[in-house]
């Protein structure tokens, strides 16, 4: 019998995905038991200030990391989209499992679409890009921060403390929850990953990387490599507001991308899109640099405009 040790934050969605990855593991590996660690990251002690200016996506990911590297650890859940551009040293992403909805919700007490919100209606999030391009769509709104985890943001929702909140899909659908929300396709791209996890591990363990790697998804993967690529041609991280989505075709072996970017304040956003011919990661990793090249050509445009 091989026991895994599995790193996962304590907040109820981080150990609701973990233990519905460890679900398939032990499905796709028999004799195999999880057993679960739990770290508390800077990004769960911290709540009452917004990511950019307390660290940036490192946050959920370095206390995490740091027990895989000195052996408290075998294996990381990660949500993707909290991963820094660069991995630690030592460290490899091992497996990307299927994928769940990229897209953002707009979530509200009675299900009203954006263009139905009140003027000056007041919108919580936490994200640069979501109140950018909410802003951007909407100038009116009142988009204000909010921190926690979705139970605390639906609660001050339901309370009136907020006309409207915006939730990741994916994580509501993980939690089981079914609040009165619209989907937001078409007025933001996602955050890059978002929806998509990752399995981390020390890269010279190739034991725990062939047990996960038993569910490894090639979509998703090819996907995110996509849009971590624009990251990291970008410079990504929670002070650089961005969004990428890749969607790849594998009957016909392409990538369509669409991406969001503006300066930090929020002044001047852009929107691009590109799509190329996609056979390997590496290909999807050149399209995801493209559309990086793009989305800075004209934000460099527009901001030298004035």
Known sequence: MTTLRLATRKSALALTQSRQVAAELVARNPGLTIEEVHVVTQGDRVTDR????????????????????????????????????????????ACVPPRESPWDL????????LDALAKGACVGTSSKRREYALKAARPDLDVRLLRGNVDTRLRKLAEGEYDAVILAEAGVRRLGLAPTAVRLEGVLVPAIAQGALALECRADDAQTAAIVGRFHDARAAMETVAERAVMLRLGGSCTVPMGALARWDAARETLSMEGFYANEDGSRAVRAAHEGVVRSESDARAIGEALAVLLAEKLAEKLAKG
């Open 50 to 93: 917004a990511l950019s200016e307390v660290g940036g996506k490192g946050l959920f990911v370095k206390e995490i990391e740091e027990a895989l590297l000195d052996g408290r650890a075998d294996v990381a859940v990660h949500s993707m989209k909290d991963l820094p551009a660069e991995l630690a040293p030592g460290l490899v992403v």
């Open 106 to 113: 707009l979530v509200t007490r009675d299900g009203r679409a």
